[in-house]
């Protein structure tokens, strides 16, 4: 599940600012278009392809089996075309704000300034090498990475919770936004929900299924083994969701609740500024990632 995280969870980083430009005061309801694609569409339609292809090889190998031999060699070309873009897409998005971390962060080096896109190069190179040396090796990697990453996360969600309830009127500032939207028109809500999860990306289920010849199975037969690979796999799937649900509705819940998102820039573009009370040292990082 670790090793799923890497890549899944860490769009934790980014997916609530993408949906808080997206969607403003409704950014919460669209991070919630998000979570309900996720468990009720993604994660069953993934629990079924681990029975359907419990090896590993996915949705590709099942959708190959439905085509002619060179036809679905030549489809499943295609498709790995897209999932290897996809993929690509996904890492260099976390590595970018990873760099921007970096680089914001007043114990690093300030010569690391200007050079973001380097410091990106360098961490793509260094995710690469982990997984060129193997999975097990790369297990070993994620396991403590994403338990830090959850566990910090988790800080300063809690933190952000604190805030909202006790931030005089950053509570009721954003209902009456919410209220304000839907008074406008309830309808506009739909568009807005599904272009912040359009951005943001749909949660990536799928990679847990590519781990399965790394799932534990216990049973004497055959049979018995790759069906309690089925069954842990499935739960896997289902765990690595509610985390990521549980997470990803309370980051956007804090993200909106204490940054508040205009069209007041001279071109138009949303801009962001903290909540009255809002520590200044913290809303300047957050302004300049919105």
Not at 244 to 271: D, E, H, Q
Not at 275 to 287: E, F, L, T
Request: include cysteine.
């Amino acid at each position: 599940m670790c090793l799923t995280g890497v890549d899944y969870f860490s769009s934790l980083a980014y997916v609530p600012a993408i949906a808080a430009l997206a969607a403003g005061a409704v950014s919460p309801l669209a991070t919630l278009v998000i979570v309900a694609l996720t468990l009720l569409g993604m994660l069953p339609m993934y629990r079924r392809v681990t029975k359907e292809s419990p090896h590993g090889a996915g949705s590709v190998a099942m959708l190959e089996d439905l085509l002619p031999f060179w036809w679905g060699k030549l489809f499943v070309l295609v498709l790995l075309g897209f999932v290897a873009t996809s993929w690509i897409i996904t890492i260099t998005l976390s590595t970018a704000d990873a760099s921007v971390h970096v680089v914001e962060n007043p114990f690093f080096p300030a010569a690391l300034h200007g050079h973001e896109v380097a410091l990106t190069v360098a961490l793509l190179l260094v995710l690469g090498g982990v997984f060129l040396l193997g999975f097990s090796e790369a297990v070993s990697v994620a396991i403590p990475l994403v338990a830090v990453f959850l566990v910090l996360n988790a800080v300063v969600i809690a933190v952000g919770l604190v805030h909202v309830f006790t931030t005089p009127g950053a509570w009721s500032a954003w209902t009456d936004a919410l209220i304000d939207s839907g008074a406008a028109s309830a309808i506009s809500w739909v568009p807005l929900c599904w272009r912040s999860a359009a951005g943001a990306g749909t949660l990536r289920v799928r990679d847990g299924v590519s781990m399965m010849p790394l799932v534990a199975a216990d049973g004497e037969t055959p049979e018995q083994r790759l069906r309690s690979r089925i069954r842990n796999t499935r739960r896997l799937l289902t765990t690595a969701a509610l985390i990521m649900s549980v997470y990803l509705l309370a980051a956007s819940f804090v993200t909106t609740v204490l940054i508040r998102t205009r069209s007041s820039s001279p071109a138009g573009r949303p801009t962001a500024a903290p909540w009255p009370g809002w520590p200044m040292s913290m809303s300047g990082g957050v302004r300049h990632r919105l």
